[in-house]
């Protein structure tokens, strides 16, 4: 059963657009190390876990990273929503703007789309496990390099909270291979 709380889990409250910071954000939202593949990762995974806890995890952190991908949204949306014709040209988000609008879409900040093919999931437990603890360090990367080049607090508060996120990620499920290896 899933329960949804009508806020995020930490506040986002960005006053300035800023298309640039955004383009360079998306990515957290539709790209290979992303939110999006992150919770369809965890989610597809739980099912073939024989370790009720092990899914749990899964469970719990897939959960997560939808409201994850909810806060990245929202920046995203935030950094956009008042833009002006000029503005969009001016910035270069005029590529993205004929397809989507001011919609947010899934893709990485070059602009390819989200794909299913950026995930995987194989009924092993510990390669999957592997494979979730290094999806956790790579979106740790990418927060790291979001950070490197915005400065902005309204923007990079709520980036340095999601980054604080993925290192407590890794960690449960590093604990959670090893449980499974114990038995």
């Not at 965890?42 to 899914?55: E, F, G, I, N, T």
């Amino acid at each position: 059963m899933w329960n949804y709380e009508r806020r995020l889990e930490y506040p986002v409250n960005i006053k300035r657009c800023n298309p640039q910071a955004a383009m360079i954000i998306m990515s957290q939202y539709g790209g290979p190390d992303g939110e999006l593949g992150a919770s369809l990762r965890y989610l597809s995974q739980r099912y073939s876990m024989k370790d009720r806890k092990v899914a749990g995890v899964l469970t719990d952190i897939g959960t997560e990273e939808l409201a994850h991908l909810e806060m990245v949204g929202t920046i995203i949306h935030q950094l956009t929503k008042d833009l002006s014709p000029d503005e969009i040209k001016a910035s270069g988000f005029d590529k993205y703007y004929i397809d989507h609008t001011l919609a947010v879409w899934p893709s990485v900040a070059s602009g390819e789309p989200f794909s299913s093919a950026m995930l995987q999931s194989t009924g092993d437990t510990i390669t999957d496990l592997y494979e979730d603890m290094a999806a956790e360090q790579k979106a740790r990367l990418t927060y790291d390099n979001i950070l490197r080049l915005i400065k902005d607090p309204e923007i990079a508060d709520p980036i340095r909270f999601l980054r604080e996120r993925e290192i407590v990620h890794f960690q449960r499920f590093g604990e959670a291979n090893r449980e499974d290896c114990s038995k």
